[in-house]
Protein backbone atom coordinates (compact mmCIF):
# COMPACT_ATOMS: atom_id res chain seq x y z
CA UNK A 1 0.00 0.00 0.00
CA UNK A 2 2.90 2.67 0.76
CA UNK A 3 4.92 1.11 -2.06
CA UNK A 4 1.43 2.34 -4.62
CA UNK A 5 1.96 6.19 -2.52
CA UNK A 6 5.72 6.11 -3.89
CA UNK A 7 7.48 5.66 -0.07
CA UNK A 8 10.42 3.32 0.06
CA UNK A 9 9.66 0.56 2.05
CA UNK A 10 12.08 -1.52 4.49
CA UNK A 11 11.84 -4.40 6.95
CA UNK A 12 12.22 -4.00 10.57
CA UNK A 13 13.75 -7.17 12.36
CA UNK A 14 16.66 -5.63 14.08
CA UNK A 15 16.97 -2.50 16.24
CA UNK A 16 19.48 -0.79 13.44
CA UNK A 17 16.88 -0.79 11.20
CA UNK A 18 14.96 1.77 12.57
CA UNK A 19 17.53 4.02 11.82
CA UNK A 20 16.73 6.72 9.09
CA UNK A 21 12.84 6.15 8.91
CA UNK A 22 10.66 8.58 7.90
CA UNK A 23 7.29 6.45 9.22
CA UNK A 24 6.96 3.35 11.25
CA UNK A 25 4.15 0.26 10.45
CA UNK A 26 3.30 -2.34 12.89
CA UNK A 27 1.27 -4.60 11.37
CA UNK A 28 -1.12 -6.94 11.89
CA UNK A 29 -0.57 -10.59 13.00
CA UNK A 30 -0.95 -11.81 16.36
CA UNK A 31 0.62 -9.27 18.99
CA UNK A 32 1.54 -11.25 21.83
CA UNK A 33 4.06 -13.29 19.18
CA UNK A 34 5.25 -9.70 17.58
CA UNK A 35 5.65 -8.69 21.16
CA UNK A 36 8.11 -11.75 22.37
CA UNK A 37 9.74 -11.68 19.08
CA UNK A 38 10.07 -7.83 19.48
CA UNK A 39 11.22 -8.47 23.07
CA UNK A 40 13.95 -11.40 22.21
CA UNK A 41 15.40 -9.21 19.27
CA UNK A 42 15.88 -5.93 21.42
CA UNK A 43 13.28 -4.14 19.13
CA UNK A 44 10.62 -2.81 22.25
CA UNK A 45 12.71 0.04 24.22
CA UNK A 46 14.20 1.19 20.74
CA UNK A 47 10.86 1.49 19.22
CA UNK A 48 8.89 2.87 22.32
CA UNK A 49 12.08 5.55 22.21
CA UNK A 50 11.89 6.60 18.41
CA UNK A 51 7.82 7.12 18.64
CA UNK A 52 8.03 9.16 21.93
CA UNK A 53 10.20 11.11 20.50
CA UNK A 54 8.44 11.80 17.38
CA UNK A 55 8.28 9.27 14.09
CA UNK A 56 5.17 9.03 12.64
CA UNK A 57 3.86 5.39 13.23
CA UNK A 58 0.71 3.28 12.40
CA UNK A 59 -0.33 0.15 14.02
CA UNK A 60 -3.16 -2.06 12.16
CA UNK A 61 -4.77 -4.63 14.31
CA UNK A 62 -2.45 -6.74 16.40
CA UNK A 63 -0.10 -3.34 15.54
CA UNK A 64 -2.49 -1.40 17.63
CA UNK A 65 -2.21 -3.76 20.83
CA UNK A 66 1.41 -3.75 20.59
CA UNK A 67 1.08 0.03 20.40
CA UNK A 68 -1.16 0.16 23.23
CA UNK A 69 -0.15 0.36 27.26
CA UNK A 70 -2.41 -2.48 28.28
CA UNK A 71 -5.37 -5.14 27.41
CA UNK A 72 -7.91 -6.46 29.23
CA UNK A 73 -6.75 -9.71 29.33
CA UNK A 74 -3.58 -8.96 31.20
CA UNK A 75 0.11 -8.77 30.48
CA UNK A 76 1.87 -9.45 27.19
CA UNK A 77 5.08 -7.03 25.95
CA UNK A 78 4.09 -3.82 24.55
CA UNK A 79 5.18 0.02 23.63
CA UNK A 80 3.17 1.91 25.36
CA UNK A 81 3.27 4.34 23.58
CA UNK A 82 -0.55 5.17 23.09
CA UNK A 83 -2.51 6.07 25.82
CA UNK A 84 -5.51 2.79 25.13
CA UNK A 85 -6.37 -0.41 26.95
CA UNK A 86 -7.57 -2.50 24.26
CA UNK A 87 -10.16 -6.04 24.34
CA UNK A 88 -8.35 -8.19 21.80
CA UNK A 89 -10.49 -10.34 19.87
CA UNK A 90 -13.11 -8.22 21.08
CA UNK A 91 -15.41 -9.31 18.16
CA UNK A 92 -15.51 -12.77 18.53
CA UNK A 93 -13.51 -15.68 17.20
CA UNK A 94 -12.01 -16.17 13.78
CA UNK A 95 -15.60 -16.93 11.99
CA UNK A 96 -17.03 -13.31 13.44
CA UNK A 97 -13.86 -11.11 11.31
CA UNK A 98 -16.55 -9.08 9.00
CA UNK A 99 -16.28 -6.10 6.98
CA UNK A 100 -18.47 -2.78 7.71
CA UNK A 101 -18.28 0.70 6.05
CA UNK A 102 -17.14 2.51 9.01
CA UNK A 103 -17.29 6.44 9.25
CA UNK A 104 -14.76 8.68 9.86
CA UNK A 105 -14.36 11.77 11.88
CA UNK A 106 -13.77 14.54 8.86
CA UNK A 107 -13.89 12.04 5.88
CA UNK A 108 -16.66 12.49 3.41
CA UNK A 109 -16.86 8.98 2.58
CA UNK A 110 -16.68 5.98 4.93
CA UNK A 111 -13.65 3.39 5.14
CA UNK A 112 -14.74 -0.30 4.49
CA UNK A 113 -13.33 -1.65 7.82
CA UNK A 114 -11.65 -5.30 7.45
CA UNK A 115 -11.81 -6.61 11.06
CA UNK A 116 -10.03 -10.40 11.42
CA UNK A 117 -10.22 -11.30 15.44
CA UNK A 118 -9.84 -7.62 15.89
CA UNK A 119 -9.28 -5.59 19.46
CA UNK A 120 -11.43 -2.51 19.78
CA UNK A 121 -10.23 0.02 22.45
CA UNK A 122 -12.30 -0.62 25.97
CA UNK A 123 -10.62 2.66 27.47
CA UNK A 124 -9.00 5.85 25.75
CA UNK A 125 -7.06 8.80 27.35
CA UNK A 126 -8.00 12.26 27.22
CA UNK A 127 -5.04 12.49 24.87
CA UNK A 128 -6.38 10.21 22.13
CA UNK A 129 -8.81 11.64 19.19
CA UNK A 130 -11.60 9.07 18.81
CA UNK A 131 -11.39 9.07 14.57
CA UNK A 132 -14.14 6.01 14.17
CA UNK A 133 -16.18 3.33 16.34
CA UNK A 134 -18.56 0.75 15.95
CA UNK A 135 -21.79 0.00 18.11
CA UNK A 136 -20.94 -3.12 20.91
CA UNK A 137 -24.32 -4.96 20.07
CA UNK A 138 -24.54 -6.36 23.68
CA UNK A 139 -23.82 -3.52 25.63
CA UNK A 140 -24.91 -0.29 22.83
CA UNK A 141 -21.13 1.59 23.71
CA UNK A 142 -19.90 2.85 20.98
CA UNK A 143 -16.03 1.38 20.99
CA UNK A 144 -13.10 2.97 19.74
CA UNK A 145 -11.23 1.75 15.98
CA UNK A 146 -9.17 4.68 14.28
CA UNK A 147 -7.86 6.88 16.95
CA UNK A 148 -5.07 9.31 16.81
CA UNK A 149 -2.83 10.28 19.32
CA UNK A 150 0.17 13.00 18.20
CA UNK A 151 2.07 11.17 15.83
CA UNK A 152 0.90 7.83 16.62
CA UNK A 153 -2.12 6.35 14.23
CA UNK A 154 -3.65 3.21 14.67
CA UNK A 155 -7.20 1.08 13.72
CA UNK A 156 -8.41 -1.80 14.62
CA UNK A 157 -8.87 -3.25 11.05
CA UNK A 158 -6.82 -3.90 8.08
CA UNK A 159 -6.83 -0.60 5.49
CA UNK A 160 -4.20 -2.53 3.47
CA UNK A 161 -6.47 -5.63 2.85
CA UNK A 162 -8.96 -2.44 0.97
CA UNK A 163 -8.23 -0.54 -2.24
CA UNK A 164 -8.84 2.23 0.24
CA UNK A 165 -4.87 4.48 0.79
CA UNK A 166 -6.46 6.98 3.08
CA UNK A 167 -5.51 6.23 6.24
CA UNK A 168 -1.50 5.15 4.76
CA UNK A 169 -1.86 8.24 2.92
CA UNK A 170 -2.45 9.65 6.78
CA UNK A 171 0.29 8.15 7.50
CA UNK A 172 2.86 9.67 4.80
CA UNK A 173 1.63 13.13 5.06
CA UNK A 174 2.52 12.72 8.84
CA UNK A 175 6.34 11.80 7.72
CA UNK A 176 6.25 14.69 5.03
CA UNK A 177 5.21 16.95 8.16
CA UNK A 178 7.48 16.22 10.93
CA UNK A 179 10.30 16.08 8.03
CA UNK A 180 10.02 20.22 7.67
CA UNK A 181 9.63 20.53 11.32
N1 LIG B 1 -6.17 -11.38 17.33
C1 LIG B 1 -4.85 -10.84 17.09
C2 LIG B 1 -4.21 -10.41 18.41
O1 LIG B 1 -4.83 -10.42 19.41
C3 LIG B 1 -4.90 -9.68 16.12
C4 LIG B 1 -5.39 -10.13 14.78
C5 LIG B 1 -4.96 -9.27 13.61
O2 LIG B 1 -3.94 -8.58 13.65
N2 LIG B 1 -5.69 -9.38 12.53
O3 LIG B 1 -3.08 -10.08 18.44
Redesign the pocket.
Known amino acids: MVRSLGAEVVEVRLPEHLDGLDALII ?8 GRLAGLYGLLEPMAEVIESGLPVLG ?4 M ?1 VLATGTTEGDQAQLGVLDVVVR ?2 AFGRQVDSYEAPIPVSGWDEPITGV ?5 WIAKAGDDVEILATVDDELSGDARPVFVRQRNVIATAF ?1 PELTDDARVHEMLLSMAAAAKEL
Not at 27 to 34: A, F, H, V, Y
Not at 60 to 63: E, R
Not at 115 to 119: D, G, K, L, V
Open positions: PGGESTTITCAGIRNFIRAPH
